[in-house]
C-alpha cells in the first residue's frame, strides 16, 4: 500500500500498542495528554497530530529551543479544555493532569490563531508563491510526480532511483530527524522560518541530524523505498503552513512534468 493518508495517519500505530498503522479518518488528536517518547521533538508531535508547533508550546508553557524529555507529558489542546489521557493501553478520561507530572503552570494565555496566511489557490494563480514570503521553494529531488496532493495525500511523492540526492527545498533548520513515523520511513522535517515547514519521507539514509542548519539545494538525504507499503524509490514531500498542510505544486517553480 502506497502512503496516501496524511502524515497523522500513523496515530493508531503510535498511540496504540501491537497495533499496526491503519488510515487516518480524523482531524487529528485534539484533547488531553500525549507521553513524549524517545527521539521525538516538538516539531514531530506537532507534525504527528495536525497541530502548529508553536501553538503546542504555547499550551504547554516551552519556549526554544523547546527541548523535550522521553515521559514528559504535553497538552494537547488549549488550558481548560476538558482533557484525557492517551497511553499505549487506551485513552482514561481526567480531570487534571497525570499525576507524575503536572504541567506547567506558567503557559501563556491561548487565543486562536487567525486563519492561515498566504495559502496559494489555483484561483490565484499557481506558481506565484515560488517565493512565499522569504521563503524561496525547489524541487526536493528529480523524477516524475507518481502521487499529488489531495485532501487525503497532503504531500506529494516523486518516484525517482534508490539512493539519488534528495535536496533541501529552501534553506532552514532541521527540527526533526529520525525514523519515528513508521509510515515514512526515514524522515527529515525542516523549519523554514516561524510559519512555513517542510517534510521529506521514505528515505534510504538520512545526511542531516537535528538542530544542523541547511541551504536550499543542500543535499539532506538519499532516496529510498522505506516507510509502510513503499516498494519502490521514492520521496514523500509535503509543505506546511501555520501548521496546515498546502499543495506543494503551488510553491514549487513550474516544470513540464509535474
Not at 152 to 168: C, F, T, W
Not at 186 to 197: F, Q, V
Amino acid at each position: 500500500m502506497s502512503l496516501s493518508m496524511p502524515l497523522s495517519g500513523v496515530l493508531t500505530y503510535l498511540l496504540l500498542a501491537g497495533c499496526a498503522a491503519l488510515p487516518y479518518q480524523g482531524t487529528g488528536f485534539r484533547s488531553g495528554y500525549v507521553q513524549v517518547r524517545q527521539g521525538e521533538t516538538l516539531y514531530s508531535i506537532a507534525w504527528r497530530f495536525d497541530l502548529d508547533y508553536q501553538r503546542l508550546a504555547r499550551w504547554n508553557g516551552l519556549r526554544p529551543p523547546y527541548t523535550l524529555t522521553p515521559g514528559q507529558w504535553l497538552r494537547m489542546n488549549p488550558p481548560g479544555h476538558p482533557q484525557t489521557m492517551q497511553t499505549g493501553t487506551g485513552r482514561t478520561e481526567i480531570a487534571n493532569a497525570p499525576a507524575a507530572q503536572q504541567m506547567p503552570g506558567h503557559a501563556r494565555p491561548y487565543r486562536p490563531a487567525s486563519a492561515p496566511r498566504g495559502i496559494a489557490t489555483q484561483s490565484e494563480g499557481a506558481h506565484k508563491g515560488t517565493a512565499s514570503g522569504s521563503v524561496t521553494w525547489m524541487w526536493p529531488t528529480q523524477g516524475k510526480i507518481a502521487r499529488t496532493y489531495t485532501d487525503n495525500q497532503q504531500g506529494i511523492e516523486i518516484a525517482g532511483k534508490l539512493g539519488q540526492p534528495v535536496v533541501a527545498a529552501a534553506s532552514g533548520q532541521v527540527v526533526y530527524s529520525g525514523d519515528g513515523l513508521p509510515s515514512y520511513g526515514n524522515l527529515i522535517i525542516i523549519k523554514h522560518n516561524g510559519t512555513y515547514l517542510s517534510a521529506y519521507g521514505h528515505n534510504k539514509k538520512l545526511l542531516v541530524k537535528e538542530g544542523d542548519i541547511v541551504k536550499r539545494g543542500e543535499t539532506i538525504a538519499l532516496m529510498g523505498e522505506t516507510g509502510t507499503g513503499i516498494t519502490q524509490p521514492m520521496l514523500f514531500f509535503e509543505i506546511r503552513l501555520d501548521g496546515n498542510p498546502v499543495n506543494p505544486i503551488l510553491y514549487l517553480p513550474i516544470r513540464a512534468n509535474h
